[in-house]
């Protein structure tokens, strides 16, 4: 079974540019994440997904973030513009709703992002 | 105000011995506790984890601890073996938060040879 799929790997780019992180989950998992992970901390919630519909976006900056999930599959997250203090691991994670499994979470391998 | 706090940055332990990683959290409406591991350039992998109804849970090499009125839990690895060297995260599960999960910081385990 494959994981979750996420694309680029790593990205820089500089400050006020846009940039878009694609990601793919585990076939059959109804729940998608998207987190940020700044450098010697955790993940922290950017927000989560039930299908297409977003459900927690509480702490999504969405003056310049966005995210969507159009077909209740894969997901992109976008930065608009980006800013030096958005250099971060960008992490997608997926789980299914039901199940022994539903209160993991399984993480894609991220995107590496580094605004100059 | 972090609510979940793995006080230890790094751990040296020898191989063969036992790893106890620790974390402490704040919220008593945690409901679920989880265990990460994390090896560089890949994202998080789900260890272990425990309900807050019950006070032990194992697998194979690893048990998860959970102390309720101390709000603390641990993770025990024995025998440790080299390539459990990577970084481990605590991660607790809201009931007043959307059951949205809430990280620690991780601690950074070295397994010596």
């Known amino acids: 079974e494959a994981g979750v799929v996420q694309s680029p790997r790593y990205k820089i780019i500089e400050k006020k540019q846009p940039v878009a992180f694609w990601c793919n989950p585990i076939?059959?998992?109804?729940?998608l994440y998207w987190y940020r992970q700044n450098l010697g901390q955790g993940p922290e919630l950017l927000i989560r997904y039930e299908n297409e519909e977003a459900v927690d976006d509480s702490q999504l900056p969405k003056d310049r973030f966005s995210a969507e999930r159009l077909k209740g599959v894969d997901s992109t997250l976008k930065i608009q513009p980006a800013e030096l203090g958005d250099s971060a691991v960008y992490l997608c994670?997926?789980?299914?709703?039901?199940?022994?499994?539903?209160?993991?979470?399984?993480f894609g391998a991220g995107t590496r992002l580094s605004v100059l | 105000d972090q609510q979940v706090k793995q006080n230890s940055p790094s751990l040296s332990v020898q191989e063969g011995r036992i790893s106890i990683l620790n974390c402490d959290y704040t919220?008593?409406?945690?409901?679920?506790f989880l265990w990460y591991k994390k090896y560089p350039a890949e994202g998080p992998t789900f260890l272990i984890s425990?309900?807050?109804i019950k006070d032990k849970n194992e697998d194979g090499r690893f048990t998860v601890f959970l102390n309720k009125s101390a709000k603390h839990l641990s993770l025990h690895i024995v025998p440790s073996q080299p390539g459990d060297s990577a970084v481990y995260f605590c991660a607790a599960r809201g009931l007043d938060s959307n059951y949205q999960l809430i990280w620690g910081a991780g601690t950074k385990l070295i397994i010596k040879p």
């Open positions: 919220n008593s409406m945690f409901d679920y």
């Open positions: 994670a997926s789980s299914p709703r039901t199940g022994v499994a539903k209160n993991i979470q399984y």
């Open positions: 076939s059959g998992h109804n729940t």
């Open positions: 425990i309900s807050s």
